[in-house]
């Protein structure tokens, strides 16, 4: 179980504005929910599952894009793949809250 930090950034779009494309990206993720989990934030997505899993769907929301008229595109990713325990989303979270004692 692995989980990825991504950043999909469209560029030569004519437009500072970026939502049009972060909500087509977001519909690949959609068609993979059975397979992964994820969670959308302000400046990135989160997604959590078996990495070589993921890293396809990276693949697949990076050409989203393309196929929607950015002449370039910047993709950024960090991975955490821990292999001594199962970490979830959700375990990082609350290990964090339960040191914070809320």
Do not use: C, N, W
């Amino acid at each position: 179980m692995a989980i990825v930090q991504v950043t999909i950034v469209p560029l030569g779009t004519g437009s500072p504005s970026v939502g049009e494309y972060v909500a087509e990206v977001h519909r690949v993720l959609e068609q993979s929910a059975e397979r992964i989990k994820y969670q959308l934030t302000p400046m990135s997505t989160i997604i959590e599952g078996e990495l070589d899993e993921l890293l396809a769907v990276v693949g697949r929301m990076h050409e989203v894009p393309f196929a929607s008229g950015a002449a370039r595109v910047s993709t950024t990713l960090t991975i955490d793949d821990r292999r001594d325990k199962q970490g979830t989303m959700e375990q990082k979270l609350l290990s964090v809250e339960e040191k914070l004692k809320r």
